[in-house]
């Protein structure tokens, strides 16, 4: 059975850092992406971050590019999310999610596997 745990969010101030990790259990990660999703309130789930088998990184949009860093440690079967300069529109729940391919999948995919998420809320 496939789990993804989120772990790392919390309550920070702006310009400030978090990391997240997603730990998964019942699949090697060594063979698959990992995306980083985001859902902030009234707002639609969005893609953040993917990070393939390969190391291949995806951002999804250019307002964490230099700011957020998506790494990967397979020998803890585990994908972190360094979010650094944090700033009150980053807060949101934060999912990592798979369906088990090799590369990230394109924009609107949708995934067999989802963690249960972890808030990241950023105070001005």
């Known amino acids: 059975q496939v789990q993804l745990v989120e772990s790392g969010g919390g309550l920070v101030q702006a310009g400030g850092s978090v990391r997240l990790s997603c730990v998964a259990s019942?699949?090697?990660?060594?063979?698959?992406?990992i995306t980083w999703f985001r859902q902030a309130p009234g707002k639609e789930r969005e893609g953040v971050s993917c990070?393939?088998?390969?190391?291949?990184?995806?951002n999804y949009f250019d307002s964490v590019k230099g700011r957020f860093t998506i790494s990967r440690d397979n020998a803890a079967n585990t994908v972190y999310l360094q979010m650094n300069s944090l700033k009150p529109e980053d807060t949101a729940v934060y999912y990592c999610?798979?369906?088990?391919?090799?590369?990230?999948?394109?924009?609107?995919?949708?995934?067999?596997?989802w963690g249960q998420g972890t808030q990241v809320t950023v105070s001005s």
């Open positions: 999610a798979t369906d088990r391919t090799d590369n990230c999948p394109p924009v609107g995919h949708e995934y067999d596997y």
């Open positions: 019942g699949l090697n990660l060594d063979y698959y992406a």
């Open positions: 990070i393939s088998s390969s190391y291949h990184i995806t």
